[in-house]
């Protein structure tokens, strides 16, 4: 649906639902963030398969706040999650760390700044994988934003 | 009580050491697992590992820096080490990354 006063745009469904969780940037606290994201989602009825790209990518943004972003200290990481009616999920994981120099050398696949500690340098490929958007904002010593969509198939959660 | 939402063990069998791994793999159970793993691989220097990953429900890229830092271990002591039964989401993250090509993997009828 083309809207004019959107300049042309389409129009996005309205938000139904939303929910913000702080938490520390311990690395336990990366199956919580999923679990949590699942339980909040599950009012949509994802399917396995969906519930399952979704945490996933979800775990790779919040694995960055604990890995990079954090490197030497806990701090705080923000997730808020919103739902619209038409089944869109949108995601963002906020970080006040030490931001990303380079975001374009950072999402590009197996590129690591933490060889020793093996990572495999796709969490971005992965999160651009199983989304059908994802926008990174950073600045160098202020944080990380990374914001991702993902629309379920054939769902609506009116 | 139940610490860690991943749990490994281990199996000595006539085709190498099995590392049957269930639960979810992730950053942060990869870092234990890591460990223990390469501490068994370092004490028995077997000439094959076999992650039996049937029963992992949850893997992120971090199950896959697991599975090639093993890999590369395996290569550097002179061995070699194959994938037993991937479960769905382990084969959508090897297949999807490219490493189903460069690892072996096998299915047996378990499954």
């Known amino acids: 649906m083309k809207d004019k006063k959107h300049g042309g745009r389409p129009r996005l469904a309205p938000i139904c639902n939303e929910m913000k969780l702080d938490f520390p940037s311990h690395s336990k606290n990366e199956s919580f963030a999923r679990a949590a994201a699942g339980a909040f989602i599950a009012s949509l009825d994802p399917t396995a398969s969906e519930l399952s790209d979704i945490k996933c990518a979800l775990s790779e943004a919040v694995t960055n706040c604990t890995v990079h972003a954090y490197p030497d200290h806990i701090g705080i990481i923000r997730l808020q999650i919103k739902l619209r009616t038409d089944g869109t999920v949108i995601m963002s994981v906020k970080d006040s760390g030490v931001g990303i120099p380079d975001i374009e050398k950072a999402r590009e696949p197996l590129f690591t700044t933490d060889a020793a500690g093996e990572r495999s340098g796709m969490g971005f490929t992965v999160m651009e994988s199983f989304c059908d958007s994802i926008k990174v904002t950073s600045k160098t010593g202020k944080g990380t934003t990374v914001t991702m969509t993902r629309k379920l198939a054939g769902k609506s959660a009116l | ?55 992992v429900n949850f893997m992120d890229s971090s199950g896959l820096g697991f599975i090639m830092g093993r890999y590369a271990l395996m290569k550097e002591i002179g061995g070699s080490l194959s994938l037993r039964d991937p479960s769905p989401v382990v084969m959508k993250m090897l297949t999807m990354t490219g490493f189903d090509k460069k690892v072996r993997i096998s299915n047996t009828a378990k499954l």
């Open chain 2, 1 to 55: 009580m139940i610490k860690s939402n991943c749990q490994y063990r281990f199996t000595a069998t006539t085709e190498g050491l099995v590392v049957s791994v269930s639960g979810e793999i992730d950053h942060h159970s990869a870092l234990s697992m890591r460990r223990d793993v390469d501490n068994i691989i370092w004490n028995r220097t077997p000439t094959h590992l076999i992650l039996d990953m049937s029963e």
